[in-house]
């Protein structure tokens, strides 16, 4: 055999050497969703309607032409600028088209206006809103931006290329579409071993096949889930972990018990199912060349499941009607993008009951809009008894509660020791949760046995607030760890630390780690969010002025990211320059008056100007706009205490142990307090407790 020699630029190859040998499966994907993912703009591929078409929407004017073979579209925004541009590119086909127009330092950017390929005329995705041509949301701004937001996932080998110091890209593809080889990985090995051996009955090597779960999560989940890039490009096949951070069940994008809210492009909701935990793999009910169901209805369902799930006996409406298919059950859906039906695939039970206490959605009021939670609840107690199976839901639900019991915060405990409950649940409460004892700290350091990279990821942050030695002495352990992502975590961990309290680590897997967390921070950089992480970097490593230029340029990416106010504020203070920090905080509650950690940060401030009476107000203020904020109330009794104010301070502390009942620095303020007012045995018998319970207490507080 002629030794392997490469010829073509990361060894894509491109679709026409696949159909030499795979045109079966190339004819299936042809006119898929995913060979039409993008295309350049011409006649047989603009499905919009350009012929000298007016239209005004939420006050933006829109006149579509055709000139030539240049399809134009001249645009009159709200502030009365117009300009008129032309279309590049074509970006999905159903239910609705996109449309791409090229600016300066490689920026494509993605049209508002958008095409309904059913209803046959132009609509705005976000209906009735009015977007400001500065606001971070705009079309020509950086949510829209099609190298950021859209390019990896509707090309094939795409490189962002982005340079953080310009702000420009220089983007590039080996397909426009999403081919062969953007599932199957690279195929030159493979090409040039079918070209040079007799391939009869053996299976094909250097080309991803996806037969079992894992390998074809890993090869489907990098475009299909909500998630942040840990590497700087998409490789076909490897592990999931590796190159992403899955986006957690938060109440942003999911609802409290985690069904879909925001898009999660589905393995968010899949590993949270039955299905992804008895291995069903995407392959089982879609055609993945077609991307088009197996079956239809409910045959897709019983494939696996027996006869009866398919009668009047379980799901209790008419046979042949919709309410009867099972997807109308374990699978409600949401309409995105303005008209994009999509359904979730955790394939849940429907539970009303919790509708009742927690407000979460359930397929039941979804159809029967007429009707009440309390009803539907009743009507599942009917049909199948009072107890409802045990679900990973109700510990998401009770881990989002202030206020938390020792009895609660023991149940999560054991929730997230528990394997049969998912994995992305186990993280999420992890993350929900407030770490306040050792006895609590010394939970987590047994989650971070866990299996899961993404346990293990958030079981580690838990760690950063910490003594040095203690977060060392951890990271010594894991800073070898086989997943990236759980590597990157010990850096975080690490990060700030000088370094020669570093010395004993294995210096080779400790660069290593700092190098992987350097690039994930600089791959988001494009990211308004990514900046401000960036920042936060700087931050953490006393590296102050880099920090300020991190969040400035967050700030210019978009204006209305507020927590990047609160971080600016706070290094302009640590780098002396209170005025600016004021300045910040003041422009912040102008855009929100109700960003409660505003009011806390500016108090901190009115305290260092000796302005204490603002102080004062202002943590009042933080604490009526959220009662939660427990460290509002905690410094407010701190103050009081210093002021001899004893009832007032003991009034502050306990609001504040009322949300947080075990946190120990509450608990010895607390104990201060009664040792003041002369209740000896009360502050006595707190301070015991804490000594039993071997209660971190930050030392500046003694």
């Not at 109330?633 to 004893?646: D, F, H, I, V």
Request: aromatic share 10%; glycine share 4%.
């Amino acid at each position: 055999m002629a030794a392997f020699k490469s010829v073509y630029e990361d060894g894509y190859v491109g679709d026409a050497q696949c159909i030499q040998c795979h045109k079966t499966a190339y004819d299936s994907w042809k006119e898929s969703d995913h060979d039409l993912a993008m295309q350049v703009a011409h006649d047989s591929t603009v499905l919009g309607d350009f012929n000298d078409v007016k239209t005004t929407l939420d006050g933006v004017s829109y006149f579509f032409t055709k000139k030539e073979s240049i399809f134009k579209v001249q645009v009159k925004e709200i502030d009365g600028s117009e300009k008129e541009y032309d279309i590049g590119y074509t970006f999905g086909v159903y239910p609705l088209q996109q449309y791409l127009i090229d600016f300066d330092k490689g920026r494509k950017q993605v049209l508002r206006v958008t095409w309904d390929v059913d209803e046959k005329q132009w609509y705005h995705q976000y209906a009735g809103e009015k977007i400001n041509p500065h606001d971070w949301l705009h079309w020509t701004e950086s949510a829209q931006n099609w190298n950021t937001m859209c390019a990896e996932c509707h090309s094939t080998n795409l490189k962002k290329n982005y340079s953080a110091e310009d702000d420009s890209y220089k983007t590039t593809y080996s397909s426009i579409n999403v081919s062969c080889e953007s599932c199957h990985g690279p195929a030159e090995k493979h090409v040039f071993w079918a070209n040079n051996t007799d391939t009869t009955n053996v299976a094909n090597p250097y080309i991803l096949i996806g037969k079992t779960q894992f390998d074809q999560l890993n090869m489907c989940a990098p475009c299909h889930s909500r998630r942040a890039k840990l590497t700087e490009n998409l490789r076909p096949g490897e592990n999931f972990d590796d190159q992403y951070l899955l986006q957690l069940l938060d109440t942003t994008n999911y609802h409290g018990d985690g069904q879909i809210d925001n898009e999660d492009y589905v393995y968010g909701s899949f590993v949270q199912s039955k299905m992804y935990h008895t291995n069903v793999k995407c392959a089982d009910c879609h055609n993945v060349h077609t991307l088009k169901l197996k079956k239809q209805g409910n045959d897709v369902c019983m494939q696996c499941h027996v006869p009866k799930y398919d009668e009047p006996s379980h799901h209790f409406h008419p046979m042949g009607s919709e309410s009867s298919l099972c997807v109308s059950c374990h699978m409600t859906g949401k309409k995105y993008m303005g008209n994009d039906f999509r359904r979730d695939h955790s394939f849940r039970v429907p539970r009303p009951d919790q509708s009742l206490v927690y407000g979460t959605p359930n397929a039941c009021t979804e159809c029967h809009t007429d009707k009440s939670n309390a009803w539907a609840a009743n009507q599942v107690k009917e049909w199948y008894g009072d107890k409802r199976a045990d679900h990973f839901s109700d510990g998401l639900l009770l881990s989002a509660k202030r206020g938390m019991t020792v009895e609660n915060r023991k149940k999560l405990d054991a929730f997230i020791t528990d394997l049969k409950y998912p994995a992305i649940a186990r993280a999420t409460v992890i993350d929900n949760l407030d770490i306040t004892s050792v006895e609590q700290y010394t939970s987590i350091l047994y989650f971070l046995k866990d299996a899961s990279p993404l346990v293990r990821y958030f079981s580690l942050m838990k760690f950063r607030e910490l003594n040095p030695a203690d977060r060392i002495s951890i990271a010594a352990e894991y800073i070898n760890d086989p997943s990236r992502l759980v590597r990157i975590a010990t850096a975080e961990l690490l990060n700030g630390l000088p370094s020669d309290q570093l010395q004993n680590l294995d210096q080779s897997a400790l660069k290593k780690a700092e190098d992987e967390l350097k690039t994930m921070l600089y791959t988001n950089t494009d990211f308004s969010i990514g900046r401000m992480q960036l920042g936060d970097y700087f931050f953490q490593k006393n590296d102050v002025q880099s920090a300020i230029k991190q969040y400035q340029i967050a700030l210019r990416k978009d204006s209305l990211l507020l927590p990047v106010y609160a971080n600016l504020a706070t290094a302009y203070g640590m780098n002396g320059e209170t005025e600016a920090a004021v300045k910040t905080l003041n422009i912040l509650l102008q855009k929100d008056p109700n960003y409660g950690r505003g009011y806390f940060l500016r108090a901190l401030l009115n305290f260092e100007m000796n302005k204490d009476a603002l102080a004062v107000a202002d943590l009042n203020k933080a604490i009526a706009i959220d009662p939660t904020d427990t460290r509002a109330s905690y410094n407010l009794a701190t103050y009081y205490y210093q002021n001899k104010e004893w009832n007032k301070a003991e009034k502050a502390i306990k609001a504040a142990l009322k949300i947080i009942p075990q946190n120990g620095d509450y608990r010895y303020l607390l104990a201060l307090i009664y040792r003041e007012q002369g209740k000896q045995p009360e502050s006595s018998a707190i301070i015991q407790k804490l000594q039993k319970d071997h209660i971190f207490i930050n030392e500046a507080n003694k």
